[in-house]
């Protein structure tokens, strides 16, 4: 080719791609223009007659070797707009023929590092199908193997259930769901995988409410075991996602028998394990303190509620004859009687993590431990 053609064709070139940025109508993309600057042409782009021009493009200016479009020019791109740099980009010569450039860069999903060496993969920013995702998720998997990471924790909204089956296929395996997602983990290193298990406790709590007339307020479950019909017993619940456990067993009372109530103190706690879907269970009894007397039943859940003399409350044979609630009862009743001091609530906030936190302790200042002070 001539000098003069050589002008030529590069006058063509410029006025075809727009005054130096290079026009992309792929439907894949996000993006519509490349800079013109970011496409290097190859010294070689000038051929011999009959043969197809070439340009080469490369992530790093002194690269000659790469000829594919890298990813930092074309941009980060989610969803299936990874057929944007899968598919063969093609540049027209003058004599009407095209050449393929083969994108070579791996593409990564859209991930962060953790504090641990491992990956969290941005749920915002996954594939628009599975067969991109499939296609992604693999040289990933290959790409952190690479660099070293471990752990890569993998959250599918619920919206993206399709994924899950291509997840699993991998490799992945289940770590735990809530209503809205799915968090899948993959371990990477050889041995044992050290990331940490799902949740392994369900946290309830009690609420032991008695009044100036040494009344206990108590309920009858609408939905219980045969065992327990007729039982009348302390309201109870579960704590609910970032509450707390005083603030919890004033709710659940409040809930129950519409009876307001403050928190005074932890009384005692029950660990008991394989309970529910094979987790632990943490139960707290919480003495609260009533500021109201009016009752108003939960209809829901509760069949009925009443202040039930203490006494009374005592003799009922369930009571009697099982140890865990005569010990609770007993504690409870030394508590009444300053001979036992339970948890109080203290805020405090701790620099390793700058969280305020519930710290829960007692003070005892005499010595003989009567608790008189409380």
């Not at 890298?70 to 003058?94: C, H, M, R, Y």
């Not at 009372?253 to 094979?278: L, M, P, W, Y």
Request: with cysteine; hydrophobic share 40%.
């Amino acid at each position: 080719m001539s000098l003069m053609e050589m002008s030529l064709f590069e006058s063509k070139f410029m006025s075809a791609y727009g005054m130096g940025r290079m026009m992309y109508s792929n439907p894949f993309s996000t993006f519509r223009h490349l800079p013109f600057s970011s496409i290097k042409l190859s010294p070689l782009f000038c051929s011999c007659k009959g043969i197809p021009l070439k340009a080469s493009c490369s992530s790093h200016p002194s690269s000659s070797n790469n000829r594919y479009l890298s990813t930092n020019a074309i941009g980060s791109v989610g969803g299936d707009k990874l057929a944007a740099e899968t598919s063969l980009f093609q540049i027209f010569g003058t004599n009407g023929a095209s050449s393929n450039l083969h994108p070579r860069e791996i593409r990564v999903l859209d991930a962060f590092d953790d504090e641990y060496g491992g990956v969290i993969v941005d749920p915002e920013r996954l594939p628009e199908n599975a067969d991109a995702f499939a296609y992604i998720l693999h040289s990933s998997l290959s790409h952190w193997e690479m660099k070293g990471k471990k752990g890569i924790w993998l959250k599918l909204p619920a919206e993206r259930a399709e994924l899950v089956p291509v997840a699993i296929k991998e490799g992945f395996q289940y770590h735990h769901a809530e209503r809205g997602y799915v968090m899948l983990t993959y371990w990477i290193p050889e041995g044992p995988c050290m990331l940490p298990a799902n949740a392994s406790h369900q946290v309830g709590i009690g609420g032991f409410v008695i009044n100036d007339n040494n009344e206990v307020l108590v309920v009858q479950e609408k939905y219980c075991a045969p065992t327990w019909v007729g039982f009348w017993k302390i309201p109870t619940g579960f704590i609910l996602e970032s509450e707390e456990i005083f603030t919890g067993a004033v709710r659940e009372v409040k809930e129950e028998t519409g009876i307001d109530t403050e928190f005074v103190e932890v009384i005692a706690f029950r660990h008991a394990h394989n309970v529910a879907f094979e987790k632990s269970d943490l139960f707290f009894i919480c003495m609260l303190r009533p500021l109201s007397t009016q009752i108003v039943v939960d209809d829901l859940e509760i069949e009925a509620a009443k202040w039930m003399p203490l006494d009374e409350f005592v003799e009922q044979p369930l009571v009697k004859e099982d140890s865990m609630f005569k010990k609770v009862i007993s504690i409870c009743i030394a508590r009444l009687g300053k001979r036992y001091c339970g948890l109080s609530s203290h805020q405090v906030v701790s620099k390793f993590d700058g969280r305020l936190s519930s710290l829960y302790y007692n003070v005892v200042d005499t010595p003989d431990f009567n608790c008189s002070s409380c």
